[in-house]
């Protein structure tokens, strides 16, 4: 695989990211908003879902910007630094940096919450959102909700706790400046002043993110046009063949509507 390119950001932190432009192999006539993925929390952008986007806007010529945010895959920093507020930031700082124009933000997980964060302060930017297992406020409703008393206390007094991974041996760490910034940017606590297309795939066996995420996130948003699609046997990667086809229809279908 090629090496990527870097922004470095107001923070000094070098963004790692890997950007198609418009029309390269693809249909020379195309235009209309480009295509930018944001990761979920620990994830790269060289995942299934990255690249079937990639792949996608390559097809149709759009453009198309994938990138790790600071202390994930090969950007700088340290993971455990980051939270809500600086994975926004450098959210912003990609967008404004590395594209023209309005934008379709497709967010996996953690970056289903990011892109809200990124509608919100350039809806002028922003022309649709396309959510995977999207998890906002996951900090509260799904870590600290489910905490016990005694966990509590303990990312408290430690500054960090450490939870099994559904996906290694390694267990996640979470530290405590995760959960209090996070509740700097709950959205699902009122009105969510978004008006773009959006549409949000969900697995109704996704263990980390509940389904009743992404119907709440609905309910929560301003748009006339918002579509939920639940697939009953898809769990939290959404990563299957047949998962991944449903994602392209929803490209597919968000280009249709936003040019």
């Not at 964060?117 to 999207?134: E, F, S």
């Amino acid at each position: 695989m090629s090496t990527p390119d870097f922004l470095t950001i107001a923070n000094a932190s070098r963004i790692a990211y890997r950007r198609l432009d418009a029309a390269d192999g693809g249909d020379a006539g195309a235009d209309g908003p480009g295509i930018v993925f944001l990761i979920g929390h620990g994830s790269d952008m060289d995942g299934t879902k990255a690249l079937a986007c990639e792949d996608w806007a390559r097809r149709n010529g759009r453009a198309c910007l994938r990138f790790d945010y600071s202390g994930h895959g090969l950007s700088s920093g340290d993971f455990l630094d980051g939270n809500i507020s600086s994975w926004t930031a450098d959210c912003l700082a990609v967008l404004d940096a590395l594209t023209t124009g309005p934008q379709i933000l497709v967010g996996s997980s953690l970056g289903g919450w990011l892109m809200l964060n990124v509608a919100l302060a350039r809806p002028d930017r922003v022309a649709g959102l396309i959510g995977i297992a999207a998890a906002p406020d996951f900090t509260e409703d799904l870590l600290w909700a489910a905490f016990t008393d005694d966990q509590r206390r303990q990312i408290e007094a430690e500054g960090r706790i450490a939870l099994p991974n559904p996906y290694s041996d390694e267990p996640v760490i979470y530290p405590w400046h995760l959960i209090t910034d996070g509740r700097h940017n709950l959205r699902l606590r009122g009105g969510l002043d978004i008006t773009c297309p959006v549409h949000l795939l969900h697995g109704m066996q996704d263990a980390e993110v509940p389904w009743q995420t992404a119907t709440a996130t609905a309910a929560a948003l301003a748009s006339d046009d918002v579509e939920v699609t639940l697939v009953k046997e898809a769990g939290h990667r959404f990563s299957e063949p047949d998962e991944i086809a449903r994602l392209v229809a929803a490209l597919d279908r968000m280009t249709a509507k936003t040019g």
